[in-house]
């Protein structure tokens, strides 16, 4: 499978199927806390960055074959997804093929395009992100290609959900320092109130970030936005899942294919795998000594990757 990865433990939407529709690192964003790394891409040309018809036979494979039922269809992965020109009439493949919800985690950036907000017309849950509402914080969190503006942006995200019947859910991730201050909080609250989403998800840099500078937030300050933002929101949690694996045999390959999408931490991949943290730390040993992956120190914890 090429394009499409999982199931994996998605912190917001159970267990995913995930959809990867631009090549690593496409994006129109550089966010400095991104955890795939910087931006080697930086556009928001729309283009079929990938062809759709093997992508579309890959999710009708998984369908056909599927052992797990999984909460989500998610596009996501290793870019922006609203940058493949052809997003819209994928979504509307997988509807046709399945009942199971079809979510678009998206930077939002793209959403003043009409055509963009068409195309996700047909999704079930739209999540995007939104990190910072004054221009030059924008600029510092996100690092924006040079011909998008915030509030074009925000004005953006507003049309959609004035047309969109589905569910969207802000994320706002924040970083130490960055966008945390008190007055940017109160204007944030502001137009997210002006969007009316149906839930605002608050973030803090988890995995390893794209810059060292980038850092998280306590749990106590994160609370206190939470308390800030009032009853829509919430703080994403890690994820607690259940046993998906298949045969133990394929234990290193699911472990290289997730660690292909993001950095993991051996509890997450126990949790994803459903097996003993032993067990797992059994197989990073042998991978880490096969030099196919390597290890990042990141907020007292150790996140695995694969060596490049
Ligand atoms: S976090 Fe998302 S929006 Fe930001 S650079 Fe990474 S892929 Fe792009």
């Known amino acids: 499978m090429r394009f499409i990865y999982g199931p994996v433990p998605s912190r917001r939407l159970g267990l995913s199927l995930g959809v990867d529709l631009v090549p690593k690192k496409t994006c129109s964003y550089d966010c400095i806390y991104c955890q795939l790394g910087r931006t080697t891409n930086k556009t928001i040309q729309r283009d079929i960055y990938i062809p759709d018809q093997p992508i579309i036979r890959e999710i009708e494979e998984y369908l056909d074959h599927m052992k797990t039922p999984?909460?989500?269809?998610?596009f996501s992965g290793s870019g922006e997804p609203t940058l493949h020109s052809r997003i819209g009439s994928i979504i509307g493949e997988i509807k046709g093929m399945t009942s199971i919800p079809v979510a678009v985690i998206t930077n939002g950036s793209l959403l003043f395009m009409d055509e963009v907000k068409g195309d996700l017309s047909q999704a079930d849950l739209v999540i995007p992100s939104l990190d910072a509402v004054s221009r030059t914080i924008y600029e510092t969190i996100n690092r924006p290609e040079e011909s998008l503006e915030i509030d074009q942006v925000?004005?953006?995200?507003?049309?959609?959900?004035?047309?969109?019947r589905g569910q969207i859910w802000v994320e706002v991730l924040y970083c130490r320092g960055v966008n945390d201050d008190p007055s940017e909080i109160t204007k944030m609250k502001t137009v997210v109130e002006k969007i009316n989403p149906t839930r605002i998800q608050l973030n803090t840099v988890y995995r390893p970030p794209a810059e060292?500078?980038?850092?998280?937030?306590?749990?106590?300050?994160?609370?206190?936005?939470?308390?800030d933002f009032g009853s829509k929101a919430s703080i994403i949690a890690p994820y607690r899942g259940d046993n998906f694996l298949g045969a133990k045999g394929v234990v290193e390959t699911r472990i290289i294919n997730a660690l292909n999408r993001r950095p993991l931490t051996a509890e997450d991949m126990a949790e994803m795998l459903g097996l003993h943290p032993q067990e797992i730390i059994k197989h990073l040993k042998s991978l880490l000594d096969g030099n196919t992956i390597r290890y990042r120190l990141h907020g007292r914890k150790t996140f695995y990757e694969i060596a490049s």
């Not at 999984?70 to 998610?74: F, K, N």
């Not at 060292?212 to 308390?227: H, N, V």
Request: glycine share 4%.
């Open 154 to 164: 925000i004005q953006g995200m507003v049309d959609f959900r004035a047309q969109f």
């Open 70 to 74: 999984v909460d989500y269809i998610t």
């Open 212 to 227: 060292d500078f980038a850092s998280p937030l306590t749990e106590e300050r994160l609370k206190e936005i939470q308390e």
